[in-house]
């Protein structure tokens, strides 16, 4: 199994430019998550899922959309980037409320 | 809503050192986990461990639900332990959304 992948490892964009975090998992998992680390701040929240078709906000969503079509894909939409938003990304996924948590490599964004 | 508190923020260990990391939270959880976070930025799940001992290798965890604290035990430290720790957790009222500490930073020196 491939567990959580997301896809690019790499990103810098301009102010202004949209982009689109993906990630997808094979472990038929419930719940998907996205959070942001920033240096001193632990992981944030972003938008979470808890099946396709429902989705939620966390504790730091603006500027961020998601959508959940499918059980497996929930990828993470920048409206208009910010340099405000340069971060590194992570999406996750589990189970269900109270099943171990999984982790995506991560995303490393800069936004110029 | 639900505190945590992780403790030390940091901790610098000789290869061969135990070492003990403490989550405290406020309130009644059913969901806890411990991470680690390595020096490359890749999260590992260690433990789910909501109540109760867990050990696996060096590791072992153990939640004290009624006294709200989890420790985390690393025995003879190895340079590959350094990173981050990181616990997370929830409780009944709000299972959706786990809350997380800001983690111990550990080094382990050879």
């Known amino acids: 199994n491939a567990g959580v992948t997301q896809t690019p490892k790499f990103q810098v964009l301009k102010t202004g430019q949209s982009m689109t975090l993906q990630c997808a998992q094979d472990?038929?998992?419930?719940?998907m998550s996205w959070y942001r680390q920033d240096p001193g701040m632990g992981l944030r929240l972003i938008h979470y899922?808890?099946?396709?078709?429902?989705?939620d906000q966390g504790e730091v969503p603006n500027g961020y959309n998601v959508s959940r079509s499918t059980t497996e894909d929930f990828p993470l939409r920048l409206l208009s980037a910010a340099p405000s938003q340069t971060s590194v990304y992570f999406c996750?996924?589990?189970?269900?409320?109270?099943?171990?948590?999984?982790f995506g490599s991560g995303t490393q964004l800069s936004v110029l | 809503g639900i505190q945590v508190e992780q403790s030390p923020p940091d901790l610098i260990l000789q290869e061969g050192a135990n070492s003990t990391l403490r989550c405290n939270f406020s309130?009644?959880?059913?969901?806890l986990q411990w991470f680690h976070q390595n020096p490359w930025g890749q999260l590992i799940n260690l433990f789910y461990?909501?109540?109760?001992?867990k050990q696996n290798g060096r590791l072992s965890a153990t939640t004290v639900a009624t006294e709200r604290y989890s420790l985390l035990y690393i025995s003879s430290s190895q340079t590959t332990d350094s990173g981050v720790y990181f616990c997370?957790?929830?409780?009944?009222?709000?299972?959706?959304?786990?809350?997380w500490g800001l983690g111990t930073s550990l080094a382990v020196n050879p």
């Open positions: 996750a996924s589990r189970s269900g409320a109270n099943e171990k948590l999984f």
């Open positions: 472990m038929n998992h419930e719940y």
């Open positions: 899922s808890v099946g396709a078709g429902i989705t």
């Open positions: 309130d009644s959880v059913n969901n």
């Open positions: 461990i909501p109540s109760g001992t």
């Open positions: 997370a957790l929830s409780n009944a009222g709000n299972n959706r959304k786990l809350i």
